[in-house]
């Protein structure tokens, strides 16, 4: 199973960006699809999360300016990302549970992360 995220990039203050991360391989379901970010000297913080069924999380420096959306038939969750700050500047990284099998557990898989950088 991999992760593959992309769209980050430079943008200016106050502008928008479209993540976007699909999940390939051996792949029965997908639970829970998500974003993290890490920024230079800080720790991992959430970014948002969104079930199989459409339930979503954000952390609340996000809401209202992030939204999460997944489209479970191609296996890809999306993050659009608006009205972004300086402070935004980040690695984001998208996060799945995968079932590889009918048998088989969930388990957390992650990808490579992309960065985006808010500045003028």
């Known amino acids: 199973v991999q992760l593959q995220a992309y769209g980050g990039g430079l943008v200016q203050p106050g502008g928008s960006v479209r993540l976007s991360c699909a999940a390939s391989?051996?792949?029965?379901?997908?639970?829970?699809m998500g974003w993290y970010r890490q920024a230079p000297g800080k720790p991992r913080e959430l970014v948002a999360t969104?079930?199989?069924?459409?339930?979503?999380v954000y952390a609340p420096s996000m809401k209202g300016r992030f939204t999460i959306s997944r489209d479970n038939a191609k296996n890809t969750v999306n993050l659009q990302m608006n009205s972004l700050k300086p402070e935004d500047t980040a690695v984001y990284l998208c996060i799945a549970t995968i079932q590889e099998s009918p048998s088989a557990s969930n388990r957390p898989y992650w990808g490579q992360g992309t960065l985006v950088t808010v500045s003028s």
């Open positions: 391989g051996s792949i029965f379901s997908i639970n829970l």
């Open positions: 969104i079930t199989i069924g459409g339930n979503t």
